[in-house]
């Protein structure tokens, strides 16, 4: 999807019903205002000296009066303050191969899936990668560095006031990231009616991405963290504040990690925010797809269900060969990975683990279950697991770097949240500190899926 778009591309990003995004290629207009004067009618014949002094006083009382009407009128409804520039608000455009206008707006219905690394936000990506009228694409990286850059700013009080003396308002900055987030989910990929972005951390902002873009809806992938640290682990996949030699205290960022993004899951609400269990949308495909493109509304497409088919493909899903997930995602939806963290961690952090992952327990897991019980599978995922042990499927990258490298800070995943201008040289983990946000009370708990309350 990177690729620049090609005339088959056209072919499942096609206009429909459904595609709120689709417009017709706009015209052009005139720039401003066209402002016209009062038409005066030619004079009458003029008699006498004395009543042609009168007429010419009449009528240049007359033009005053109306120009003043006019240059009241006219600024009355184009309000400013002096000096200050009032943009002209309006919508962009993006083209498909064959001229179709897709416009975008901080108003339109953008989709963010995000979560802590290695919980299948990649999966949940390819799967409406493949929906015809969907566009998600590879993790951009420069979005969540953006996002923390922001959150960086405005706890410094002295960067704030910086800001704020040079005229860089909250409100000047809202503008400048929306604009900036917009332009590479709009751009970064080929044009569709529904544009969704997937960089994990994204999530860590889910409150204030949701005031950027009043109709964003936000898919929060859950995993058992158990299962998550230990892919970490085993891919060595580095994210900033996450000891990898060190399962306990992996967990115990996981737990804080995902704690701050649940929570701003639960402040938006449960119409803007969905979270998705990683191991139910394996188990059961077909039922959480819909369960998603309805929470989405957007309406069902069988191809969600076949997203290794449109692997590559136009209007499927493009992979990067430095996203760790590449070679799984290539897979049918299977149950490899759901429980091969099992045995591998240290008998004390097992112990201890109700007390090290405590999230655990409010997310929907039992942290002294080994191995635990997600449920049963449907008859197609139990098919396509047997597919792949007489190896049906295989993936095999010409090079993969040793890890994964996203923005901010080189070989890291989580982007650098520290002050390194005020000398703060160690960097944060996901919700650690300042940028934790009080843990909401009161949820209460599901079997599987934890739905946040109204």
Not at 168 to 173: I, R
Not at 202 to 214: A, E, G, I, M
Not at 384 to 400: R, V
């Given at each position: ?5 090609t ?6 990003r096609?206009?429909s019903p459904f ?10 207009a005139?720039?401003g205002?066209a402002?016209?004067?009062p038409?005066?009618s030619?004079?009458?014949p ?7 002094r009168?007429s010419?006083?009449?009528g240049?009382?007359t033009?005053?009066?109306f ?16 000096g200050?520039m009032?943009?002209k ?13 897709y416009q ?5 219905p953008?989709?963010?899936i ?9 999966l949940?990506?390819?799967?409406l ?9 590879e993790e ?8 923390a ?15 704020e003396?040079?005229g ?6 809202d ?13 970064h990929?080929?044009?569709a ?7 994990p951390f ?13 109709n964003?809806?936000?898919?929060l992938m ?10 970490m682990?085993?891919?060595k996949?580095?994210i900033?504040g996450?000891?990898?030699?060190s399962?306990?205290?992996s967990?115990t ?5 995902i704690e701050?993004?649940?929570s ?14 990683y191991e139910?949308?394996v ?11 309805t929470?989405?509304e ?6 969600v269900?076949?997203h290794?088919?449109f692997?590559?493909?136009?209007g ?10 590449t070679?799984?995602v290539?897979?049918?939806v ?20 109700p ?7 409010r ?19 139990l098919e ?17 770097p040793?890890q994964v490298?996203?923005?901010g800070?080189?070989?890291?995943v989580?982007?650098?949240l520290?002050d390194a ?15 934790a946000?009080?843990?909401?009370q009161?949820?209460k ?9 109204a």
């Open positions: 999807m990177h690729s620049p778009t005339a088959a591309d056209s072919t499942r096609a206009s595609s709120p995004g689709y417009h017709a290629a706009p015209g052009y005139t720039p205002y402002a016209t004067l038409n005066f030619a004079p009458g003029i008699m006498m000296r004395g009543g042609s009168r010419m006083l009449a240049l009382c033009f005053q009066a120009l003043l009407m006019y240059l009241y009128f006219f600024s009355s409804s184009a309000p400013c303050d002096k200050k009032i943009p608000e309006g919508s962009q455009y993006v083209y498909d191969a064959e001229n179709r206008a975008y707006d901080r108003n339109m953008l989709i963010f995000g979560g802590v690394p290695r919980s299948g936000t990649t949940a990506r390819v799967m990668d493949a929906h015809p009228s969907i566009r998600c694409g951009t990286r420069v979005i969540p560095r953006i996002l850059m922001q959150v960086q700013w405005r706890r410094s009080t002295k960067e704030k006031s910086r800001l003396e040079a860089v308002t909250d409100e000047v900055l503008d400048a990231i929306s604009s900036f987030v917009l332009e590479v989910i709009a751009k990929g080929e044009a009616p529904y544009l969704c972005n997937k960089d994204t999530h860590k902002s889910t409150v204030y991405l949701s005031s950027l873009f009043p964003a809806k936000f898919i859950l995993r058992d963290g158990r299962a998550a640290v230990h892919s682990i085993t891919r996949v580095t900033t996450f000891d990898l030699t399962y306990r205290n967990l960022k996981w737990n804080q990690a701050n993004m649940y701003q899951c639960v402040q938006v609400g449960p119409t803007k925010c969905m979270p998705v269990q139910q949308l188990l059961h495909p077909k039922e959480w797809m819909e369960r998603i493109l929470f989405l957007i309406p069902w497409d069988e191809a269900l076949h290794q088919d692997i590559g493909k136009p499927g899903a493009s992979l990067s060969k430095i996203e760790r997930s070679d799984q290539v897979k049918p299977n149950l490899d990975a759901l429980t091969s963290w099992v045995g591998h961690m240290p008998d004390d952090v097992v112990r201890d683990m007390y090290i992952a405590p999230m655990l327990q997310l929907g897991y039992d942290p002294r279950q080994n191995p635990p019980d997600y449920g049963k599978p449907d008859a197609v995922v396509n697991t047997k597919k792949l042990k007489g190896q049906e499927y295989q993936y095999n990258p010409d090079a993969l040793v490298a996203i923005p800070h080189p070989g890291d989580n982007p650098p520290g201008g005020e000398g703060k040289g160690q960097m944060e983990a996901p919700g650690v500190g300042e940028n946000q009080e843990q909401p009161g949820e708990r599901m079997d599987h899926v934890p739905v946040p309350p």
